[in-house]
């Protein structure tokens, strides 16, 4: 079974002001957001592509966990003096990402890519938007005071998400995606975990003392829900394809973390690809694990990666050799390896090598390996244990995206983190999307037509026409042929409408 | 805008030392030029990550609230 690669992360960020502390988490959200516009915010996202209550396994629930506190939270919105739409300030990006307020975290969805290279320049390329918009907000508020950090907890118990997106046929059977992907879910944070002091529950609080390796997995409760925010799922159901639904899915990944090292990124998209093509080519596991989500747990507790999780079938097995299954069984699976594959299948193993080896030689590679490296040096340096509350300083700093203080920044000016972008790619990512996807198609219409624009989204573009408004479907412009016919209409068209009808006559 | 997308570049072109790996166009054998050697301990770089370090308010992590995101 053939598939289409597309894939896309969404990440939501953590703000904090320095200088109050009685600021306003939706509108310090919203302001961040607006700062990043030349002109005046246009409400133009439509919603109506959202569907979060759809599940993939064929019903659609009546509620979500989260729904009461959603309920709360519009009922304090509703006192301020701000539409849905002005407190969303949800935009479209020139390069086709979505840049907005979710929940009182700025967020940036990448413009969905179709190759590893591109998704790691355009996750880096929003770090450098959201920094751009920290900087001129500073500017308006007269000092440095709002920090932007790329992570996924507040230490407190709150956690915020960074999720992966892939577009997968339709045709693969749901339980056989589940079946195919969940052990190695439940362990790719061996490989792609941003790693984390302490330990949390959901909005009950955090623990010091000890390291583990995933900032997400002690927020993990349940196998498979259609929930978000509470009751989180290893494998989100969420059924929302953004294509056509008879064709289409999307695995909607919230568990991952969000990580710092391109390396790291590189490794979690390009497995998880890779695992895809491997189901969508009828690979089964030849084990399943027997608690999951005790599983994500145990395993992210264990730096040393010794930890053993009980399988279904009987006996045990590490995370690091759950991995190891996956990537030997894809040398075996796949039969088309091209060359972006052959190098994730190459770096895959290596990395698995060398974290049962001697992991202090992904420093600047992995995650967790050069967050537990930079945190054992300086309790070295200091003397102080692993249950000082420093450490759970440092560990949010090295996730703050400011140049001059985050710990990861501080690693890059370094030259010890591993690029996998070019600083021309990141520059490039900021203004033009793909120019193999629809992403690619999007960002063009804002560039070229943003004025015409009545709606955006995921699927397509409606423009205000004469006779009502002209719509460009990007449903079907998967395939990069598509794409390329798309963009010559769009780039030759002088308006909406002669692109819209250079299309109709191509059809 | 002018400003912020200049300093943006600065940064880009100071900070990014570490030699590209390009995940398509070329494979390298495992191990090849694909990252940083061990770590040393002493270093003036690994000095300057500790003066950064040790910058950060011990309190920082403490005083930092969000709301539950997705």
Redesign the interface.
């Known amino acids: 079974m053939s598939s289409i690669r597309l894939f896309g992360i969404e990440t939501?960020y953590?703000?904090?002001r320095e200088d109050t502390?009685t600021a306003d988490?939706v509108v310090e959200s919203m302001e961040l957001v607006r700062a990043y516009l030349?002109g005046h915010f246009t409400c133009r996202w439509d919603y109506r592509g959202e569907h979060p209550h759809e599940d993939q396994r064929g019903f659609r629930v009546t509620e979500l966990a989260q729904d009461k506190?959603e309920d709360l939270f519009a009922e304090q919105d509703a006192h301020r003096p701000f539409s849905f739409h002005e407190m969303k300030s949800d935009l479209v990006l020139p390069n086709g990402a979505r840049f907005y307020n979710?929940?009182?975290?700025p967020e940036y969805s990448t413009p969905e890519c179709r190759?590893?290279?591109d998704i790691?320049a355009h996750d880096r390329a929003g770090e450098?938007i959201l920094?751009?918009a920290a900087?001129?907000r500073n500017e308006v508020l007269g000092g440095r005071v709002v920090q932007l950090?790329k992570n996924n907890t507040?230490?407190?118990g709150?956690?915020?998400?960074c999720?992966d997106n892939y577009l997968v046929p339709r045709a693969i059977n749901f339980d056989n995606l589940v079946r195919g992907i969940l052990p190695f879910l439940v362990s790719r944070q061996v490989i792609a975990g941003a790693g984390k002091v302490g330990r949390e529950a959901?909005?009950r609080g955090f623990t010091p003392g000890g390291f583990q390796l995933s900032q997400r997995a002690d927020f993990m409760e349940t196998e498979l829900s259609v929930d978000?925010?509470?009751n989180r799922p290893i494998l989100n159901t969420r059924d929302e394809p953004h294509a056509t639904r008879e064709r289409y899915r999307r695995l909607h990944l919230?568990l991952g973390d969000a990580n710092m090292c391109e390396?790291t990124t590189?490794l979690k998209i390009?497995t998880t690809r890779v695992v895809l093509d491997m189901i969508a080519e009828g690979f089964v596991p030849s084990f399943d694990l027997a608690s999951p989500v005790a599983a994500i747990q145990a395993i992210s507790q264990d730096p040393d990666l010794k930890t053993v999780v009980k399988r279904q079938e009987g006996g045990t097995i590490s995370g690091l050799d759950i991995q190891r299954e996956y990537v030997e069984q894809a040398r075996r699976v796949l039969t088309n390896i091209d060359?972006?594959t052959?190098?994730?299948l190459?770096?895959w193993?290596?990395v698995i090598?060398q974290l049962q080896k001697?992991p202090?030689?992904?420093?600047?590679?992995i995650d967790w390996v050069t967050k537990r490296?930079?945190l054992e040096?300086?309790v070295q340096?200091?003397g102080i244990g692993w249950d000082?509350?420093?450490l759970?300083?440092?560990?949010?700093?090295y996730h703050n995206i400011d140049?001059e203080?985050g710990?990861f920044?501080?690693?890059?000016?370094?030259?010890?983190?591993?690029?996998?972008?070019?600083?021309d790619d990141?520059?490039e990512a900021?203004k033009n999307g793909p120019l193999d996807t629809r992403a690619g198609l999007r960002g063009l219409c804002v560039q070229r037509f943003g004025e015409d624009i009545n709606s955006i989204q995921w699927e397509g573009v409606h423009f205000n026409g004469k006779n009502g408004t002209l719509h460009l479907d990007l449903l079907d412009h998967l395939e990069p042929v598509s794409v390329a016919h798309c963009r010559a209409a769009l780039e030759a068209a002088k308006t909406p409408l002669e692109m819209i009808n250079s299309l109709a006559i191509q059809k | 805008m002018e400003h912020a997308m200049k300093f943006v570049q600065l940064i880009g072109s100071l900070d990014r030392k570490e030699r590209p790996v390009d995940p398509i166009s070329k494979p390298s054998g495992p191990g090849e030029d694909s990252g940083p050697k061990r770590p040393e301990t002493d270093s003036p770089s690994r000095d300057n990550l500790m003066k950064r370090m040790k910058k950060v308010d011990p309190k920082q992590a403490e005083k930092y609230r969000q709301r539950t995101g997705e």
């Open positions: 939501e953590g703000i904090a502390e988490p030349d506190e979710d929940h009182t975290h190759t590893i290279k790691v450098r920094w751009v900087q001129r950090y507040d230490f407190h709150h956690s915020y998400g999720h959901q909005e978000t925010m509470h919230i390396y590189a390009g060359e972006e052959q190098w994730i190459q770096e193993e290596l090598d001697d202090l030689q992904l420093v600047g590679k490296w930079l040096s300086f340096d200091e000082d509350p420093w759970a300083s440092l560990d949010l700093e140049p203080r710990l920044c501080g690693l890059e000016v370094e030259g010890r983190a591993t690029s996998i972008s070019q600083e990141i520059q900021m």
